[in-house]
T-cell receptor, first 110, second 113 residues
């Protein structure tokens, strides 16, 4: 059974204070690791897909990296508008479904 | 942009009622999914469908059924609603290949009283 553990559960940063979110996973035959952002009262919004260890992707202040056991979402010089819940999910084997972690609630104070 | 539309944003139902949650996507996606999201539990897969009239159970199918008569529409049915089915329900869709990202709707917050 695929499993995803995200840490920390909640993170509070000052504007401009860089940090990282962690996603540890176990999966049989990783097809993809996905990062989503979710704002309160809305559905998750896609950020990145990573397919193999060593891969990195960037978007504005966000950078996602992948190893064989975990992924990191690095947030550089965050702004208040980066406040959201960040979800990690994996897809393995021949399944179409994604298995999600419980998310990290990020709050960036001005 | 892909649009996944869920018919209701908020829904209040009574225990024992039959409840229909509707989801429509406009990008000809093969796969459609129903998740529920609860505080402290994250997103959990209820059912998914990889083709019209095809369905597979997810991790928590008990108390639910689904219907996919047309490619663009995927319905979640609560046969007899119970209070423990109070939750945020999220519909999603994706292309036909296994490692494609999911596009989510805005969700339906269902309260069962």
């Amino acid at each position: 059974e695929d499993q995803v553990t995200q840490s920390p559960e909640a993170l509070r940063l000052q504007e401009g204070e860089s940090s990282s979110l962690n996603c540890s996973y176990t999966v049989s035959g990783l097809r993809g690791l996905f990062w989503y952002r979710q704002d309160p009262g809305k559905g998750p919004e896609f950020l990145f897909t990573l397919y193999s260890a060593g891969e990195e992707k960037e978007k504005e202040r966000l950078k996602a990296t992948l190893t064989k056991k975990e992924s990191f979402l690095h947030i550089t010089a965050p702004k208040p508008e980066d406040s959201a819940t960040y979800l990690c999910a994996v897809q393995g084997g021949s399944n179409y479904k994604l298995t999600f972690g419980k998310g990290t609630l990020l709050t960036v104070n001005p | 942009d892909v649009k996944v539309t869920q018919s209701s944003r908020y829904l209040v139902k009574r225990t024992g009622e039959k409840v229909f949650l509707e989801c429509v996507q406009d990008m000809d996606h093969e796969n459609m999914f129903w998740y529920r999201q609860d505080p402290g539990l994250g997103l959990r897969l209820i059912y998914f469908s990889y083709d019209v009239k095809m369905k597979e159970k997810g991790d928590i199918p008990e108390g639910y059924s689904v219907s996919r008569e047309k490619k663009e529409r995927f319905s979640l049915i609560l046969e007899s609603a119970s209070t423990n089915q109070t939750s945020m329900y999220l519909c999603a869709s994706s292309l036909g290949t296994p490692n494609e990202k999911l596009f989510f709707g805005s969700g339906t917050q269902l309260s069962v009283l």
